[in-house]
């Protein structure tokens, strides 16, 4: 089953500072790439557990002792470590792209390029798709949706638009919905502003904010002293929250500072912000908007 090359591969990992007898966590398994490549530089008494709540990256699974994949969201990665009787870890891994295998089933819906229906579910047992955001959301939502997540200035005429074309009939599938929005698809950008129309509803259908506040809300007490994680995002959203968590400990406000005036915050950023080369993104185009930050817990 194809899956991408993983984006920064050999930084993140390094990012990781493992220690060969650790335990570690790659909370975006995928195609395994990540995991494997942890795998190398770990001993006979190391450990990674890995998450991935699609069922179709089940099919990658590591014939390897020292490996577990777990199907599950990593917004619980607490509570699973803790089923395997894991308080805390080395290191915590994470790369919050979709896969290539994501966009290339036409069936899922998350590509531009395929009609398919409107779907984006990264869990096939959820309950919440792109159909439903489309056809069940108000006016308001969408408009929200596709400003926030999509950075689309045209988000208000958008959301009246679709409100008012889904009268008629549902919309139903990805050439429905282009067809809808077809005014706002100018010839030159229309691949553009596509692709920011659904990250919009790719992410409000995932969910995909909240999940990953949850998730470095929990890595202060999951990491031990001197753990590291090392997190790759692709969204302005995302790499903002995750350098305001390393930086605060928060994702609003300031944190609380001691009797001398410090900053009291459970990270501590390692380095400075990593991105691909313009080799690898040549090699790989979805490296493009990579962007890897590494934090040590204090």
Do not use: C
Not at 78 to 92: A, S
Not at 193 to 202: C, E, H, K, P
Request: hydrophobic share 35%.
């Amino acid at each position: 089953m194809k899956y991408h090359n993983p984006v920064l591969l050999k930084e993140t990992v390094e990012g990781l500072n493992i220690k060969p007898s650790g335990i570690y966590v790659d909370v975006t398994f995928g195609g395994g790439g990540h995991s494997r490549e942890i795998l190398k530089h770990l001993d006979e008494n190391g450990k990674l557990f890995a998450f991935d709540q699609d069922q179709d990256a089940l099919l990658n699974t590591i014939d390897d002792d020292r490996f577990t994949l777990i199907n599950e969201n990593f917004q619980y990665v607490k509570r699973f470590l803790r089923f395997h009787g894991v308080k805390q870890v080395d290191g915590i891994l994470a790369d919050f792209g979709v896969s290539s295998h994501q966009f290339d089933v036409a069936e899922r819906g998350f590509s531009t390029r395929f009609e398919a229906s409107l779907d984006m579910r990264m869990n096939q047992e959820s309950t919440l798709s792109a159909y439903h955001v489309v056809n069940e959301y108000e006016e308001e939502q969408i408009r929200q949706v596709l400003w926030q997540y999509g950075e689309l200035r045209q988000a208000p005429a958008m959301a009246r638009v679709i409100v008012e074309a889904r009268h008629d009939e549902d919309i139903k599938t990805s050439d429905q919905l282009k067809s809808v929005l077809k005014r706002f698809l100018q010839h030159k950008k229309e691949n553009k502003v596509l692709a920011q129309i659904y990250q919009a509803i790719r992410i409000e259908v995932n969910q995909e904010i909240e999940v990953l506040k949850k998730l470095l809300i929990q890595t202060p007490e999951v990491l031990k002293e001197g753990g590291r994680l090392s997190f790759i995002s692709y969204h302005s959203l995302e790499d903002r929250l995750v350098k305001r968590f390393i930086r605060n400990g928060m994702f609003e406000g300031e944190p609380e500072r001691d009797v001398f005036g410090n900053y009291e915050v459970p990270l501590k950023k390692v380095g400075g912000l990593i991105v691909p080369t313009q080799e690898e993104i040549k090699q790989n185009n979805r490296a493009r908007s990579a962007k890897l930050r590494i934090a040590e817990k204090l």
